[in-house]
C-alpha cells in the first residue's frame, strides 16, 4: 500500500482543498525541479492510494483521504486556493480539520513513521521520514494495513 504525506503552509489551504475534495502542489518556479515533481506524480500517484496532510504551522498530520484521480500534468488551478497550484488530483477525504496528530505524538504512535526515522537516524526528522519535503513529493512511503488502520484510529472523522 502507498502512503503519500503532502504539507501544507497553512490552515486555509487545506479546508479549500477538503471542500473541493482536491489536492494540489505549489508552482515551483525552477522548470527543473516542476518537470521533477510532473516525473513523480506520472510514476507513482494512482487512483485508491492513500494520503495525509502535514499542516507545517500546526506541526501536525491532519485529513486521511483517498486518492480517487491521476494528477494532471498539464492542469493549473486558480480558483480553489490564493496561488497556482499544479498536478490536481481528486481526493476523498476521510477527515477533517477536527483532528490533528501533532508530528511528536505521530512520532510515538505510528509505528512506520517510527521504522523511517530509525532507518534515517532521525535525519531530516517528521518531513524526510515521511517524504514531505520538496524534492520527496510525490514519492510515496509504503505502509501496511495496520498502519493505514492507526492513522485512520487517529485522523479519520467518517
Not at 486521511?64 to 499544479?86: C, K, L, M, Q, T
Request: charged share 20%.
Amino acid at each position: 500500500m502507498d502512503l503519500f504525506c503532502f504539507a501544507s503552509r497553512n490552515v486555509e489551504n487545506i479546508k479549500r482543498g477538503i471542500d473541493h475534495q482536491l489536492w494540489a502542489v505549489g508552482t515551483l518556479p525552477n522548470q527543473q525541479s516542476m518537470a521533477g515533481r510532473i516525473t513523480k506524480a506520472q510514476r507513482y500517484l494512482r487512483p485508491g492510494a492513500f494520503g495525509v496532510i502535514y499542516c507545517n504551522p500546526l506541526h501536525a498530520f491532519t485529513t486521511p483521504f483517498i486518492i480517487r484521480s491521476h494528477a494532471d500534468p498539464a492542469a493549473v488551478v486558480n480558483d480553489v486556493w490564493p496561488e497556482s497550484w499544479r498536478l490536481p488530483f481528486k481526493i476523498e477525504t476521510l477527515g477533517d480539520m477536527s483532528k490533528l496528530l501533532p508530528a511528536e505524538e505521530a512520532k510515538a504512535r505510528w509505528p512506520i513513521l517510527q521504522k523511517r526515522l530509525e532507518r534515517n537516524s532521525g535525519r531530516g526528522g517528521v518531513s524526510a521520514a515521511m517524504n514531505i519535503t520538496g524534492t520527496t513529493v510525490f514519492v510515496p512511503v509504503p505502509i501496511t494495513h495496520e498502519d493505514w488502520e492507526i492513522i485512520c484510529q487517529d485522523l479519520a472523522t467518517k
